[in-house]
């Protein structure tokens, strides 16, 4: 049955709903665009406060969190990053109307000050309590409130806490468990009835036998908002995003896997299904997995319940079992290509690039809009309870996000189009620039003066917010060592710029890689010339005149 | 007459699509001999003869004690060689529950043609259908199956899926189109692989079963007998919201109905294509000779955790997920469960040995002879009850174990024996 929902309206309305525009927490300053974004310590501070979250079908939700001090509303919680051994302070000031407190579950003598509680100190309505301990042992841990927990954790008193190694950022725990740093990733389960939220709201009663979740958020959103970037300006007290981003295994370049830690604070156990691969289980509640023995007692899952108060942490690697590629290893040919006339895009809105193959990019039906940049894959990594698979009543919602694969060496983009600075045209079109192959974009040198073979080639589509720009050539000479330099067009000065120095390209196929100089946008077009990089290959040379051959000429990127 | 033979026949009639067996495709050429593991991070084994699978997705009706028929969607096989339009008028409003078990090889690719015949009783919803492999391991997009980041099947379309497994085990497939709701409405099924390591009979301890559920090396995963389970519920409301033409509020789940293979109890132990369960083809009886290494493979598609047992005989999990249990330093990570926990979208595969026949046990008989019954069931006891109705029923079957060994040998994953 077709729920179609207007999200970008509901979405609008959502944010009509809610007055206070948040000012930044400080976490987020430098907060990368994807990823665990972590707040430093050892030493916190956190309010409890309320604040309103909004949801993918529009609706807005009365939520408690622990908010950074010096900062807006936000739920969850920070992320608080320690080492291990760190003397940790936590202080807490308390801006709700009943007591609160904070435990964590997983650290052993937790001392402070503040108003004797049941499980811990607590700070009174208007009050303060401080919290202090020594960062145990590695691993991925929540906090949350000791207080009227059955209330105030489903309210959204809750955060993860992340232990580090001391001295190795990219350990989860051990040598046996290093990772990406950059691909570091915390999936904080939870769950809401908005019943409870809006009888607290109102001042009305709530019966918890009567628990009915209707939303299902990691990192405090709802897909399909777990897409979107950490920090983005529409989702103001909902800083934490949840895409995944890896890329193709690679024992030299890329030969690290990512980290997921994940985090259930809600009051249901979640099975999570990652779709396109197997995630590896290495720790449970913040403890190694092993043997009696001592030994490795990993294992691979395509579905793992975490359950109420649990974390698990998985080691993620995307390695392309069979590297389906349209020129090396071709998919058999009745299935590469299929006939999207007989096909559906669900809803004309789709992630598909249109090609069976990763890195590829294929001609989708008119009028189906793609989200997808290069070629890249995506795949929902999402609760196989699928009733916490929506937005209370609308599918393809609630406890999602995506798993995006980018190509191996990122995006790649050909030159669309050249031109002759210097010299004359012999023979070949900048469709023999697409790949490294027989086929050569050819140029006689000028005969007079220095001889010289001066021409560029155009790139178009280059998306906004693209970084690591590299050029890469390939080509050969009709003599000997013939000094070569790469230029890229500074579009805000209008003059190319040469990028690194001169090599020499002979009479075989030689490549010259450049990297764009920050900061790179300034070599990325905008306005009419939106999204165009124009790279010049200039070659000069002998008395007598020459020929360059230019075989490839490839722009290679990773998408924002 | 085997099933595949039919197939291959392209003689499918129409009573015979509920027959129940795994569906074992057809083979292109002959069965070659066994393909070595692989080193990771290069490219896999060439592959061996292909299978082709052809199924068809539709809507129909099951049969639970106690109420009416019950409105689903769900898959089933048809012959290859059909068009669309004989397709359409053959099988269009005959789904089965749960769809047919899928019995595919490692290393040996798999095209699985998917047609979407329509729904005869919603003639005004017109979803499309994928079949999502669940588990596959690093799947080209366009084959996993999501409609949101691939492509889907419309009513009278066919599209092929690709497959080339490398890793055996236990796994399942659904549709992936509203899946919150087609999964419920009946779209699931298992397909397993077999590793390449079958046909040897040097790696069995017992020197007699050529079968194991993976590449284990040492013969300890060696079965005589294997059984495809999969758990479900059903949540009535939906289902009669769906015939109705009515929304269902997803997030009110709440099942009626506990099921294995889309039966409950005692429906489950009747035998494969049982006439009077046209919708439902696939039993979950177990029937073991004593001394049998009986192989579960189980999976979950519904939306609840389970909690399963099989009282009086010891369980050892294997595998989970369609992974040896063993560590990547070869450490045996294998282990026992009295109860077995299974969430939505996990698999286990569990070895029992079926234990001597006890003539001072109970003792029941069938057209096999005299058995012992023992219970495979959810320790969950509101899921022993069809709707609350009294007595046995819901996710539950028996394991009967013989007195002598009057089983002859499995032909078919989950075979029955009348």
Same mark, same amino acid.
């Given at each position: ?58 609706n ?16 969850p ?7 291990? %051994? ?15 407190s ?23 309505a208007?009050?303060d ?7 145990g ?8 409130s000791?207080s009227d927990?059955?209330?105030q ?19 989860? !725990? ?9 691909r570091? !990733?915390l ?10 939220h809006?009888?607290?709201?109102? %001042? ?10 209707r ?6 959103r709802?897909?399909?908002?777990t897409l979107?970037?950490?920090g983005v ?8 995003g ?6 193709? !295994?690679?024992?030299?370049g ?6 997921i830690r ?20 290495i720790?449970?509640?913040g ?28 080691l993620?690697?995307?390695?392309d ?10 998919l ?10 007989n ?6 809105d ?42 209370f ?16 060496? %990122? ?11 210097? *010299? ?24 007079t003066g220095?001889?010289?073979a001066?021409w560029?080639? *155009? ?28 230029w890229a ?7 190319w710029v ?14 010259i ?13 905008t ?15 002998t008395?007598? *005149? ?9 722009l ?5 | ?24 495709g ?69 789904a ?7 019995? $595919? ?46 492509v ?30 087609h ?26 079963s ?28 939906e289902h ?20 294995l ?13 049982h006439?009077? $369960? ?10 073991v ?13 519904g ?36 109860t ?15 234990p ?50 009057p ?12």
């Open positions: 049955m077709r729920k179609l929902i207007a999200l970008v309206g509901a979405m609008v309305v959502a944010m009509a709903l809610v007055p206070l525009p948040a000012p930044v927490a400080r976490a987020q300053a430098a907060a990368p665009k994807q990823g665990l974004v972590c707040t430093g310590g050892p030493s916190f501070d956190l309010t409890a406060r309320s604040g309103y979250i909004e949801t993918p079908d529009g807005s939700v009365l939520m408690w969190s622990y908010a950074p001090a010096q900062g807006g509303f936000q739920s919680g920070p992320v608080l990053c320690v080492e291990q %051994g760190d003397e940790v302070t936590v202080r807490l000031h308390n801006d709700l109307a009943e007591p609160v904070i435990v964590f579950p997983g650290q052993l003598a937790v001392g402070g000050t503040g108003a004797p509680g049941l499980l811990a100190k607590e700070a009174p208007g009050g309590a401080t919290y202090t301990f020594t960062a042992r590695p691993g991925t841990y929540v906090y949350e000791g927990p059955s209330k954790v489903e309210m959204g008193l809750y955060g993860a806490l992340v232990v580090r190694p001391a001295g190795h950022p990219d350990y989860a !725990y051990d040598a046996a468990t290093r990772f990406d740093p950059k570091e !990733y999936m904080l389960l939870s769950d809401i009835d908005p019943d409870l809006h009888a607290v709201e109102t %001042g009305g009663t709530y019966d918890f036998t009567t628990l009915r979740n939303y299902f958020a990691i990192n405090g709802q897909f399909p908002d979107q970037n950490n300006s529409w989702l103001p007290a909902q800083p934490y949840a895409l995944v981003r890896v890329k193709s !295994y690679d024992a030299t890329n030969p690290l896997p990512a980290l994940m985090a259930n604070v809600g009051a249901l156990n979640h099975p999570f299904h990652p779709h396109g691969n197997h995630v590896r289980q720790a449970q509640d403890r190694p997995l092993r043997t009696p023995d001592g030994g490795d007692a990993t294992g691979e899952h395509f579905g793992r319940t975490v359950a109420s108060g649990q974390t698990q942490d998985f993620f690697t995307w390695k079992q069979d590297s389906w590629d349209s020129q090396g290893n071709p058999p040919a009745s299935v590469a290509s299929p006939d999207y006339r096909l559906t895009f669900k809803d004309g789709t992630w598909s690039s249109g090609s069976a193959y990763l890195g590829a990019k294929g001609t989708l039906p008119v009028g189906t809009a793609s989200q997808n940049v290069c070629g890249e894959w995506y795949f929902p990594w999402h609760s196989h309870a699928l009733n916490e698979f929506t937005n009543d609308a599918g393809f919602g609630g406890m999602a996000t995506l798993l995006r694969v980018d190509p191996p060496g %990122g995006c790649a983009a050909v030159a669309a189009s050249s031109s002759i600075l210097a *010299g004359t045209p012999r023979s070949g079109t900048v469709a023999a620039l697409a790949t490294a192959d027989t086929a050569y974009y050819q140029v006689d040198s000028t005969a220095t001889p010289a001066d560029s080639g *155009g790139f178009a589509g280059v998306p906004t917010g693209a970084t690591g720009l590299t050029v890469t050539y390939t080509g050969r000479n009709s003599a000997a060592a013939l000094p070569t330099t790469l067009w500074k579009w805000s000065t209008g003059a040469q990028l690194g120095a001169a090599a020499d390209v002979g009479t075989a196929d030689a490549t890689t450049r990297t764009l100089p920050a900061p790179q946008t300034d070599f990325l077009g306005g009419a010339n939106q999204g165009k990089v124009r790279v010049r290959v200039l070659t000069t040379g008395a007598t *005149g020459f020929l360059t051959q230019g075989n490839l000429l490839r290679t990127y990773d998408a924002p | 007459m085997r099933r595949r033979d039919l197939l291959k026949a392209g003689a499918l009639a129409a009573g015979l699509v509920v027959g129940g067996q795994a569906l074992e057809t083979a292109e050429g002959t069965m070659e001999g066994t393909v070595e593991g692989t080193v990771e991070g290069t490219a896999r084994a060439v592959p061996g003869p292909a299978t082709r699978i052809a199924l068809a997705g539709t809507d129909g009706y099951i049969t639970i004690p106690g109420r009416a028929p019950v409105y689903i969607f769900g898959f089933l096989a048809v012959p290859p060689a059909m068009s669309i339009a004989e397709l359409t008028a053959a099988y269009k409003g005959k089965q529950h749960v769809a047919p078990v899928l019995d $595919l090889g490692q290393d040996r690719d798999a095209y699985i043609t998917l047609t979407n015949l329509g729904l005869v009783g919603r003639p005004d919803l017109v979803d499309s259908h994928t079949i999502h492999w669940h588990g596959f391991r690093t799947p080209a997009t366009v084959f996993d199956g999501v409609p949101e980041v691939s889907s099947v419309p009513i009278e379309r066919q599209f092929t899926y690709f497959y080339r497994p490398h890793d055996p085990g236990t796994y399942m497939y659904h549709c992936h189109f509203e899946d919150v709701e999964v419920q409405m009946g779209m699931t099924g298992i397909v397993f692989v077999r590793p390449a390591q079958d046909g040897s009979t040097a790696l069995d301890p017992l020197r007699r050529t079968t194991y559920a993976y590449n284990d090396g040492d013969g300890s995963t060696a079965y005589d007998r294997h059984f495809a389970i999969l758990l479900n519920e059903i949540e009535e409301r009669d919201a769906d015939e109705q033409i009515q929304e269902f509020v997803f997030t009110d789940y709440d099942p009626q109905y506990y099921t293979n889309g039966r409950v109890y005692p429906q489950t132990v009747l035998p494969n294509g006439p009077s $369960l046209p919708g439902q083809p696939v039993s979950s009886l177990v029937q000779n004593p001394g049998d290494r009986a192989l579960l493979r189980l999976a979950n598609l939306y609840e955790q389970h909690a399963m047992q099989l009282p009086g005989i010891p369980m050892k999990v294997v595998g989970e997920d369609a992974t040896l249990r063993r560590s990547p330093s070869g450490a045996d990570t294998s282990y026992p469960a009295g077995l926990y299974i969430g939505p979208g996990e698999a286990r595969d569990v070895l029992f040995t079926a001597p026949f006890n003539p001072s046990a109970r003792v029941s008989t069938d057209a096999r002879g005299s058995y012992n019954t023992y219970l495979f069931k959810n320790r969950d006891f509101r899921r022993l009850s069809n709707h609350g109705a009294p007595g046995l029923g819901g996710m539950a079957t028996e394991v009967r174990v013989y007195r002598g060994s089983l002859p040998s499995q032909s078919v994953v989950g075979e029955t024996y009348a």
